[in-house]
T-cell receptor, first 114, second 108 residues
Framework: DAGVTQSPTHLIKTRGQHVTLRCSPISGHKSVSWYQQVLGQGPQFIFQYYEKEERGRGNFPDRFSARQFPNYSSELNVNALLLGDSALYLC?????????????FGPGTRLTVL | AQRVTQPEKLLSVFKGAPVELKCNYSYSGSPELFWYVQYSRQRLQLLLRHISRESIKGFTADLNKGETSFHLKKPFAQEEDSAMYYCALGAAGNKLTFGGGTRVLVKP
């Protein structure tokens, strides 16, 4: 298993555009979480999905949305991009959505907004 | 509100010296604390969690609820310990709240 995979690796967008980031969890994992990591800071929780339902949402504006598909992969969408959205976006998968299951992180997608 | 504070951005130690990374948290419930590590050009990975009370790669961390701390310690640092370390607080639903991170540099 290649572990959690994310695409694309890097992305450059301009202000006002829309972006979609993709994540494939480890086989057998049903929960996916998204984090934003701004340069020099720790990751910040955006969303958690389990069995295609949103189970948690961080303090992010409605421009951020996500969904999980029947195969447990996930997409993170960001509309009306701002310069401040430039960050590394991390996806993490775990076996279940509850308790404190170990989360396995992907390599991230580096988003640059110009 | 949950909050994790790592007061040191950078810790520089010599090989063989002890290293301690500080982590303080704020949480009204029963905390679940973790240390994650990111080695150069690798992805973020779990180092240890307080509930397992085990030593990983010579590192230990004790949860002190009175001081709301979860400091990470290693008695003899090795060059391969050079990495970015994040303390994280877990809440229901797998939400992790991370600290700002501490970069550890172990000099030969």
């Amino acid at each position: 298993d290649a572990g959690v995979t994310q695409s694309p690796t890097h992305l450059i967008k301009t202000r006002g555009q829309h972006v979609t980031l993709r994540c494939s969890p480890i086989s057998g994992h049903k929960s996916v979480s998204w984090y934003q990591q701004v340069l020099g800071q720790g990751p910040q929780f955006i969303f958690q999905y389990y069995e295609k339902e949103e189970r948690g949402r961080g303090n992010f504006p409605d421009r951020f949305s996500a969904r999980q598909f029947p195969n447990y992969s996930s997409e993170l969408n960001v509309n009306a991009l701002l310069l401040g959205d430039s960050a590394l976006y991390l996806c993490a998968s775990s076996q279940t959505g509850g308790g404190y299951n170990e989360q396995f992180f992907g390599p991230g997608t580096r988003l640059t907004v110009l | 509100a949950q909050r994790v504070t790592q007061p040191e951005k950078l810790l520089s130690v010599f090989k063989g010296a002890p290293v301690e990374l500080k982590c303080n948290y704020s949480y009204s419930g029963s905390p679940e604390l973790f240390w994650y590590v990111q080695y150069s050009r690798q992805r973020l990975q779990l180092l240890l969690r307080h509930i397992s009370r085990e030593s990983i790669k010579g590192f230990t961390a004790d949860l002190n609820k009175g001081e709301t701390s979860f400091h990470l310690k290693k008695p003899f640092a090795q060059e391969e310990d050079s990495a970015m370390y994040y303390c994280a607080l877990g809440a229901a639903g797998n939400k992790l709240t991370f600290g700002g991170g501490t970069r550890v540099l172990v000099k030969p």
